[in-house]
């Protein structure tokens, strides 16, 4: 993965909680506006997306993510009715400790909700697939143990920094997702697929890096070695969408990435991205943002 793709999948704060769950038990996730995740600690389980057809079965050590934060279930007997992860109490206040099921065998999950710390990754979630099921293999076992340790350990403290600590150990956790699936190779992974592909990974990079240069379908498909008809073809097929409507979306989203951390005028945040006319920028932004740059400015600073 080109380093300017993983920086814009940073996670910026986490909703976390732990849940020992014994065997029979099911409980249902009715999703979220941000991406959701499950941690196998210990144990097994199932999970399956709303709609689908398959579950799929998960072990110590694997992750479930799912990108557009999608309903779905997880259990030890997908025949039981589902009890809302909502519903159960939590054993004390602050970050939930949940305890539920039978008597039989525990499944130890480390569960959560998070936002990306940058607008950009925007461009990026709604192409990642609606479930991703990341293996844990003998290399992660160690990391995995010692980082779940240390979530655990700040999850449970409430001194000053913890928050901090536990939201940058989730990006180091995400981050390591992200590389497994990459590793992973699988075909029909979307996204994965065309960040693992030499000449669109590329592209995605280029970007993702250089936001603002002079990028056209063009110069894109001949700073990465294709014909224009080629790129085109193969860019559209791996990532979902034409070359200059993924690169539109990402420009305004940078923008607005800029908008939360700085000063500048609508004019030169439209020279920041690559738009000579700060009218042409405008509408771009609002067709995509469904605001006006000051009025998102304004909306911003409110919920600052």
């Known amino acids: 993965m080109h380093p300017s793709v993983l920086d814009s999948l940073r996670v ?3 909703v976390v909680s732990r849940a020992w769950l014994t065997h029979p ?27 689908a057809a398959e579950a799929a079965a998960l072990e110590r050590g694997d992750t479930v993510l799912f990108p557009q934060g999608s309903p779905h279930v997880l259990a030890t007997d997908l025949e ?3 009890v809302p992860i909502r519903s159960i109490a939590s054993e004390r ?5 949940l305890r539920f099921g039978g008597r039989g065998e525990e499944t130890s999950l480390l569960c959560g909700a998070f936002r990306f710390e ?39 403290d409430a001194s000053p ?7 940058r150990l989730m990006d180091v956790l995400f981050a390591r997702v992200m590389k497994q699936c990459l590793a992973s190779g699988n075909d029909g992974d979307g996204w994965f697929s065309a960040l693992r592909d030499p000449h669109v990974g590329r592209a995605l990079g280029l970007v993702h890096d250089r936001p603002g240069d002079d990028w056209s379908v063009e110069s894109l498909a001949q700073a990465v070695g294709l014909s224009r008809t080629r790129f085109y073809q193969r860019f559209s097929e791996l990532v979902g969408e034409p070359p200059a409507r993924y690169l539109a979306r990402f420009r305004v989203t940078a923008a607005a990435d800029l908008m939360r951390t700085t000063d500048m005028s609508t004019a030169a945040l439209a020279a920041s991205v690559g738009y000579a006319s700060e009218d042409a920028f405008v509408r771009v932004f609002k067709r995509y943002v469904g605001k006006t740059p000051s009025e998102f400015r304004r909306a911003s600073a409110l919920l600052s």
């Open 118 to 156: 940058r607008d950009a990754a925007g461009t990026l979630a709604p192409l990642l697939p609606k479930m991703l099921v990341v293996r844990g293999d003998a290399a992660l076992s160690d990391w995995f143990v010692q980082t779940l340790a240390l979530l655990d350990r700040e999850l449970q």
């Open 12 to 14: 910026a704060s986490s």
């Open 93 to 97: 206040p602050g970050v939930p400790i």
């Open 161 to 167: 920094g913890s928050a901090t600590l536990v939201a």
């Open 80 to 82: 039981r009715p589902a």
């Open 25 to 51: 038990w099911a409980v249902r996730t009715e999703g979220s506006a941000r991406p959701i995740f499950h941690v196998v600690a210990s144990g097994a389980c199932f999970v399956r997306a709303d709609g």
